[in-house]
């Protein structure tokens, strides 16, 4: 008997090119994974009928196939929330210099592609997430690997004096097991994003100082379904309706609380709002992402009046439309 430890659990993505479910290439390193789980919901289908003369079940068959997933990690990179949005451009840079230019950018198509054409990306990007757990013992380990996945839910969680966490809530088609050896991946070196590496501007431009805690979600609707085709999984997802939203916590102070209030929640001004995340390193280059949010309301807003400490302003902020530049290396975003 082979024990798995944790310390050997490893999650691997392969991107699907042309065929949905169809993983193909090298496998890629996803970030600095901090948990991982799917479920595979059978939905046994309990029978009963008349002539059995019982109270009993009388069969249990098998009904549809659904599968989702979470994902949680340090990002190294800004891969996913391409994914999420739908479509990446390259724009320019070289691999060497460690400064290409990505442009994210919401795909409103209920058509899914995966391709890599041209230098994009086209909706919805979808990859096989392998998770294994290996042993001493050749040929003994626990190797799951889920295609068809696609990010329903991206959020991207920041909290003062720690490292950025991104959130990942997924559908998948189908899911199978092995024994074997688990598909080998490089590691990136770069640190995580931090905290400190974050700033928050309302409108653009201007730094929103004493954030504590920001989170932004992307909730794309997917619905996978279940067709009269023969088969129990999935056919290709389609998305619903995009829902957006940033919930803010803030220490309260003079020179915010105006506008937010007054002019923002209140008066119902519309604005600009964007979140920079960027650190440079002398080795690689200039690692950034860019999110940008237009169309901006507040609509729901919480100001306390507690007995000690410093009174906090929290707030949630609904974007029409988001779009977003990176800048990372080439091989973080090349399907192959």
Not at 125 to 146: D, H, L, P, Q, Y
Not at 282 to 290: C, E, K, L, Y
Not at 297 to 317: F, H, K, Q
Not at 320 to 331: K, P, Q, Y
Request: proline fraction near 5%; charged fraction near 15%.
């Amino acid at each position: 008997m082979v024990r798995f430890t944790n310390d050997q659990n490893k999650v691997v993505i392969l991107l699907e090119s042309g065929t949905y479910g169809n993983p193909s290439g090298l496998g890629q390193w996803p970030g600095l994974v901090q948990s991982h789980a799917f479920t595979e919901s059978q939905n046994v289908i309990p029978i009963r009928n008349l002539g059995q003369a019982t109270r009993n079940v009388s069969t249990q068959e098998n009904g549809p196939l659904d599968i989702e997933g979470t994902m949680s990690l340090f990002p190294q990179d800004w891969r996913f929330l391409g994914y999420a949005l739908g479509s990446i451009t390259i724009t320019s840079g070289t691999a060497q210099a460690g400064n290409y230019r990505y442009i994210m950018s919401e795909q409103d198509s209920n058509t899914r592609a995966s391709a890599f054409t041209s230098g994009t990306f086209n909706p919805y990007i979808s990859f096989s997430v392998e998770e294994s757990r290996t042993g001493a013992i050749a040929n003994r380990n626990s190797v799951r690997t889920f295609k068809g996945a696609i990010i329903n839910i991206h959020t991207i969680n920041i909290t003062q004096s720690e490292p950025i966490v991104v959130d990942l809530g997924l559908i998948a088609q189908t899911g199978s097991f092995s024994s074997g050896t688990s598909t080998a991946v490089t590691a990136e070196t770069n640190r995580p994003y931090l905290w400190n590496d974050a700033t928050w501007q309302v409108p653009g431009g201007t730094n929103v100082t004493p954030v504590k805690s920001w989170s932004f979600e992307i909730n794309n609707n997917f619905t996978g379904p279940h067709y009269i085709n023969g088969v129990r999984t999935i056919d290709v997802p389609y998305p619903a309706n995009r829902d957006y939203s940033v919930s803010v916590t803030q220490d309260m102070d003079s020179s915010t609380i105006g506008s937010f209030y007054d002019i923002y929640y209140l008066g119902g001004s519309q604005f600009n709002a964007v979140m920079d995340i960027n650190y440079s390193n002398n080795t690689i280059g200039s690692h950034r992402a860019t999110i940008t949010m237009s169309g901006c309301r507040i609509t729901e807003m919480e100001e306390p009046a507690d007995v000690g400490g410093i009174s906090e302003l929290a707030y949630t902020v609904v974007p029409t439309s988001v779009s977003a530049i990176a800048h990372e290396r080439v091989s973080r975003f090349l399907p192959f």
